[in-house]
């Protein structure tokens, strides 16, 4: 739908003037209302609304501010954050100790030059490695999740030699070409076959299982470069493999010499109650993928840190081989990274995690043995929870329930059968006991309705 310059110079204006606004008029508030639908139906998607925001869609929930606990809507609605926007928000929203250092930052420079040596890259570097579990060493930033994976898995291949990799049913590991190829759901798949060939997906939490796949590819001649792997399925509902399964994996990949990836990308920075997931079951990885929280929930910074053996001499003499991304490691990112570093080691963002995963835990099992025909389980480790419900509808009905009193949570039309609950590491007690009251009200409402 083309424009005039002069018609798209003004749209620009009036949009910036929102974006500059102290208070905005309720004139103001009623158009960016219609304009966000219009705008998401006519220029994102027609399905975006109904899909994707199906909870919200009714209230017309035009998010605009958020603080700590917190995301407001444009009319002043308080909506408590218990899906942390699915693990970016350990440190609250905006936290201040954070934006402070990245508007510093801005005030410097914003982007790199591409050219010059920029220190905070080697920094955040460094202090990665510092908070790293056993030698892993050496960083590559990148923007996304999925991103980060690319790298995980190409550097995989360069280091090892190897061609095949090992992944998981129900793994997660983002959307772009290699990312999926390792991901273990059809729905995401399906349509792009074929993908990257050299993949077996096994059973996840059956280390026997990748065992036997590595071993059969040796025995008819193909190579393996790793297996890659979630310590905990995010995505998949909270799925927790059974204990000493990272360490039988690790020995196998030992025997193999196959490099094992772990994708800690959302169980990492302190959301599963320790600073990444690997180290609750004291493993080292060769490679670790990281993102989401580490940003601090103000910039967007993913990457991948890795053992020495895995920098082999093709990637120093030439550093561009496993990738260049133009903004990957920038300025702003790297100041958020460092500023969350400090904040959680500072506040012990991991062991408040545990605690209040402890408590959270607690008192749902409490509300699952009084209403066990509404929930079916509840798993998690530290702040990565799950409900699992009876079907889909009873979880959706349950979160819309919850959307209403005002918590939010994630649930979507399609599956909502396994509802995550990932708020802020920095939740309060208080805050968690009111989300629990109103989980209680939700569920007595949905018994009625589905009568259960
Ligand atoms: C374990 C894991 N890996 C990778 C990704 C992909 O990250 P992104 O959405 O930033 O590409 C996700 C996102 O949910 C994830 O949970």
């Known amino acids: 739908m083309a424009a005039t310059k002069e018609v798209a110079l003004q749209e620009a204006k009036r949009i910036l ?4 606004s102290k208070e905005l008029t309720d004139e103001d508030k009623e158009r960016i209302t219609k304009d966000s639908i219009e705008n998401f139906n006519n220029h ?13 869609t009714d209230a017309a929930c035009i998010e605009w501010t958020d603080t700590e606990e917190h995301f407001t809507d444009l009319y002043g609605n308080d909506f408590i954050d218990c899906l942390g926007g699915f693990g970016i928000y350990t440190c609250g929203h905006r936290n201040p100790e954070i934006v402070k250092y990245v508007k510093a930052q801005l ?7 591409q050219e010059l ?18 030698d892993l060493q050496y960083c590559f930033f990148t923007n996304g999740g999925a991103e980060a994976v690319e790298m995980a898995l190409k550097l995989a291949r360069l280091a090892t030699g190897g061609r095949y990799y090992i992944s998981t049913v129900g793994a997660f590991h983002g959307k772009s070409y290699g990312a999926i190829s390792m991901g273990g759901k059809a729905a995401y798949r399906e349509d792009y076959l074929p993908m990257i060939q050299h ?17 059969n590819l040796v025995t008819v001649g193909e190579t393996v470069a790793a297996v890659i792997l979630e310590p905990i399925q995010g995505e998949a509902g909270v799925q927790i493999p059974p204990k000493g399964y990272l360490k039988r994996v690790r020995e196998i990949c030992d ?34 993928t990281f993102g989401k929280a580490f940003g601090g929930g103000v910039m967007p910074i993913t990457g991948i840190v890795a053992r020495p053996n895995m920098w082999v001499e093709k990637l120093v003499e030439n550093p561009w081989i496993l990738g260049s991304p133009t903004f990957g490691g920038n300025p702003l990112a790297c100041a958020a990274a460092i500023a969350t570093i400090k904040y959680m080691l500072e506040n012990d963002i991991p062991k408040q995690c545990k605690e209040k995963g402890d408590y959270f835990m607690e008192k ?7 209403y066990p025909t509404v929930i079916k389980e509840v798993r998690g480790a530290g702040l990565l929870i799950c409900l699992e419900f009876p079907a889909s509808e009873v979880g959706y009905a349950v979160v819309k329930g919850l959307f209403d009193r005002h918590v939010m949570t994630a649930g979507t039309l399609v599956n909502a059968q396994s509802v995550r609950i990932e708020p802020p590491g920095i939740i309060s007690y208080e805050t968690i006991d ?19």
């Open 17 to 20: 003037s929102y974006i500059e």
């Open 44 to 56: 994102v998607n027609p399905g975006w609304l109904v899909y994707r925001k199906s909870v919200s």
């Open 107 to 113: 005030d410097k420079y914003a982007l790199h030059s």
């Open 117 to 134: 040596v920029d220190p905070l890259r080697g920094y955040l570097a460094k202090l990665v490695s510092m908070i790293t579990p056993g």
């Open 199 to 215: 993949v077996q997906h096994v059973k996840y939490g059956d280390a026997d299982a990748i065992e036997t796949a590595i071993d």
């Open 255 to 288: 025997k193999y010499g196959v490099a094992l990836i772990l994708d800690e990308i959302q169980t990492g920075m302190g959301r599963t109650g320790t600073m990444w997931r690997c180290e609750a079951e004291d493993v080292v990885p060769d490679i670790m």
């Open 364 to 370: 749902l099992n409490a509300l699952m043995e009084k």
């Open 434 to 452: 009111t989300v629990l009251e109103k989980l209680e009200e939700a569920i007595i409402d949905v018994k009625k309705e589905f009568k259960l």
